[in-house]
Structures are given as structure tokens and as C-alpha cells.
């Protein structure tokens, strides 16, 4: 059975990690050990769990106590910690060395859907770009749980409707010019100018019959 979740609201009336911190020091310190060992902080992003390691620990500095750090992950990175994985994880360097190299082995063809320009063979730094923001991209996909061949589909479904819309628009505005054209016809709005100066008692009859 899952285990019970307990909800604890902070109080308002002062920032959110300093008030993070006072309670996690309320709460876990015991016989002079701020003990966070066990403890999992998951905070929106890295730069926040760096701010509130920096106050556990100028807490625990003023108080004359003893930390044993936490483990800080941000959102992203939790999924990984509710389950027990069967291989160990790629850290973030080997990944992007993957990247890389399939980067490179993608054909120059396909690699033009993504790039105008391919990295030249010894320009790491471009390489390692790209890489970073398709590892990106396929990161926030997802996390919407698409991947790059359906976002394909999605593109592809989008542009033959936009073409379909665009189609209608120009059948639509054939229409209505041809129907002004027979309506100007019946009219005899495209007679000739000679018709009109010596038909005058028609061209009356036929102005006030339209």
C-alpha cells in the first residue's frame, strides 16, 4: 500500500526556502546533528537547492551544529528516484557524448530537417550545441510523452491542413470572382462602350432590370 503523504504549509509571511529551512532544522535536529542523510529535497530547480543547502548550512554554522547533508534533485530528476533501476543511469556528460556520435552518424540529408548548417568533423563546440538542444528538445517532449518521430506526425498533419485551409481560401475566392463575372455579364457591365452610346433606351431598362 502506498504510504500516507503529510502536508505541512509554511508560513507566508517570510521567503519560502528560509522558511524551508527553519523547519527542516525544527524537525531533524537531534542531540546537536542537523541529521538530513535520509532526507530527499525536490525543489523547482538546482539553483533553488543550491540556495537552500547554502541555508542549512548558515544555520547550522550559527547554531553550532553538526550537518549531514541531504540529497537535492529538482523535478525533472525525481522519477528516477521512485523505482529501482535495472542498469545503472548515464551521467549528463555520457549523454551528451551520444548524442554526438549519433549526431555525426546521422546522414547529412536527415541532419538538414534539424540544421542548416552541419558542424564541421573537428568542431566540437557546434556538435556539442546541437546536441544540447535536441537532448533538450526531446527532453520537454517527452515529458508530453511525444518523441521526435510523432512530433514529425503532428507537423506534417499541420502543415497538409494549413495547405487544405489554403486551398479552400483560393477555391472559395474563385468562386466568388467567377460569380461576380456572370453577374457582370448579366448586367452587360462588359459590353463594349459603343453597345452603351447607341442602345441608351435599352442600357436604361437593362441598368434598372439589374
Known amino acids: 500500500m502506498p504510504m500516507a503523504a ?4 509554511l508560513d507566508w509571511d517570510c521567503p519560502a526556502l528560509p522558511a524551508a529551512a527553519n523547519w527542516l532544522a525544527d524537525r531533524y535536529t537531534r542531540n546537536d546533528v542537523f541529521d538530513l542523510s535520509e532526507s ?3 525543489l523547482p530547480g538546482a539553483r533553488a537547492g543550491r540556495r537552500l543547502l547554502e541555508l542549512l548550512v548558515d544555520h547550522a554554522t550559527e547554531n553550532s551544529l553538526r550537518l549531514v547533508s541531504p540529497t537535492t534533485l529538482t523535478v525533472g530528476t525525481l522519477p528516477e528516484q521512485l523505482y529501482v533501476s535495472q542498469k545503472p543511469f548515464a ?3 555520457v549523454q551528451r557524448c551520444a ?7 546521422t546522414p547529412a540529408k536527415q541532419l ?3 540544421t542548416a548548417h552541419r558542424p564541421g568533423d573537428d568542431d ?8 544540447d538542444l535536441l537532448k ?7 515529458g508530453d510523452g511525444f518523441d521526435f518521430l510523432s512530433r514529425r ?3 506534417d498533419c499541420s502543415m497538409r491542413f494549413r495547405r487544405n485551409a489554403v486551398a479552400g481560401k483560393f477555391s472559395t475566392a474563385s468562386s466568388s470572382v467567377t460569380s461576380t463575372r456572370w453577374k457582370t455579364s448579366c448586367c452587360g457591365i462588359d459590353r463594349p462602350l459603343g453597345w452603351w452610346q447607341s442602345n441608351r433606351a435599352s442600357a436604361r431598362q437593362h441598368t434598372i432590370s439589374c
Not at 6 to 9: C, I, K, T, V, Y
Open 153 to 155: 506526425r503532428l507537423r
Open 124 to 131: 566540437s563546440r557546434g556538435w556539442l550545441d546541437l546536441a
Open 112 to 114: 538538414g530537417d534539424v
Open 99 to 105: 548524442w554526438v556520435a549519433a549526431l555525426k552518424q
Open 136 to 142: 533538450r528538445q526531446h527532453g520537454e517532449l517527452a
Open 91 to 93: 551521467d549528463d556528460l
Open 40 to 42: 530527499l529535497l525536490v
Open 6 to 9: 503529510n502536508r505541512e504549509f
